[in-house]
């Protein structure tokens, strides 16, 4: 039998986000699936894949552009096949201390698509990412690298784990 073909698609500005999601796709190819991981801007069509993950960094509160167009361009397809979707951005400790919500967009777009479930996961800024407010923010003492790798793996083995379960 061949393994299942998932998409891990991600929208980010600085690359956290896409840290995020090439951890989720190598803990998915751990697990036996044949994960691929591409920014959301180049996803023109999921039909190829048999579920998707889809993730978008959170900036004052709204979701990635990148990740929501995605979603909007493929919405007749994603509806048919397993969704999961994550978003980042907290820079603190706070997505480790308890479920984060989805913000507004995220929640639309989950009941669009029918999508099993979101994490929230934390951000990171540093004095390494790019942009005049991500490097304010770090010189001020605000940033820092709050993503957690074992919580990222253990949703990643959640996602396989449900999808052995739907053979």
């Known amino acids: 039998m061949t393994s299942k073909r998932v998409l891990v698609a991600y929208g980010t500005r600085h690359g956290a986000t896409a840290g995020i999601a090439k951890q ?20 023109d069509d999921v039909r190829g894949y048999d579920a998707v993950v889809l993730g978008g960094a959170l900036y004052a509160g709204r979701w990635s552009r990148k990740a929501k167009r995605c979603a909007e361009r493929n919405v007749d397809y994603l509806k048919h096949r397993p969704v999961w979707l994550f978003s980042s951005g ?42 005049l407010v991500a490097k304010a ?18 949703w990643a083995h959640h ?9």
């Open 137 to 154: 923010l770090a010189r001020q003492g605000k940033g820092g690298d709050f993503r957690n790798p074992e919580r990222i793996r253990a």
């Open 24 to 43: 989720i796709g190598m803990t998915l190819r751990e697990d036996g699936l044949d994960a691929v991981v591409l920014p959301a801007d180049d996803v």
């Open 159 to 167: 996602i396989s784990a449900e999808l052995a379960d739907s053979d």
């Open 90 to 131: 907290p820079l603190d400790r706070s997505a480790e201390e308890h479920d984060i919500p989805p913000v507004r967009a995220v929640a639309h777009q989950m009941e669009r698509l029918g999508a099993r479930q979101h994490a929230t996961f934390g951000g990171s800024i540093t004095e390494y990412t790019p942009g």
